[in-house]
């Protein structure tokens, strides 16, 4: 990950897919692959004092290699846990002229956690560095 002096803009996720990705292909022949992540965090007590769950979801974006596999490999309900950067675009409404914001993740890696079908007990992962082997 690039640094920049003084900054960082990493995020990490583990969720479910709500839905099936969506790729598509710009007029270059980059592919993008979009799907929204569900995760869930803790939003007070009920009057029992168990603890209430929100969900969030949150829109992931992924590119080129990366988002041909997440197409090939990702379905809905599938865990993941994504690695990126969150990012901000920006246009004016084509209509109203009013400004409009959409905020997501581009995703830099992607780890499956469910098992693979032909492996029960392997997730696999995509994108980023391979890792060198650790000594533990």
Not at 18 to 28: C, K, T, V, Y
Not at 35 to 49: C, D, H, P, V, W
Not at 62 to 80: D, F, I
Request: aromatic residues 8%; hydrophobic residues 30%.
């Amino acid at each position: 990950m690039l640094a920049i002096k003084g900054t960082l803009n990493r995020v990490e996720l583990i969720g479910h897919l709500g839905a099936d990705p969506e790729m598509r292909f710009l007029s270059n022949g980059k592919a993008v692959c979009r799907f929204n992540l569900a995760t869930k965090r803790i939003s007070g007590k009920n009057e029992q004092g168990d603890r209430n769950y929100e969900t969030e979801w949150t829109q992931i974006e992924a590119w080129e290699q990366l988002a041909e596999q997440c197409n090939s490999y990702l379905h809905k309900g599938r865990r993941v846990l994504i690695s990126g950067s969150l990012r901000t675009d920006s246009w004016a409404d084509k209509e109203s002229g009013q400004a409009r914001y959409r905020t997501y993740v581009r995703a830099r890696e992607v780890l499956f956690l469910d098992p693979r079908s032909d492996q029960p007990n392997a997730p696999a992962e995509v994108g980023g560095q391979e890792e060198e082997d650790l000594p533990f």
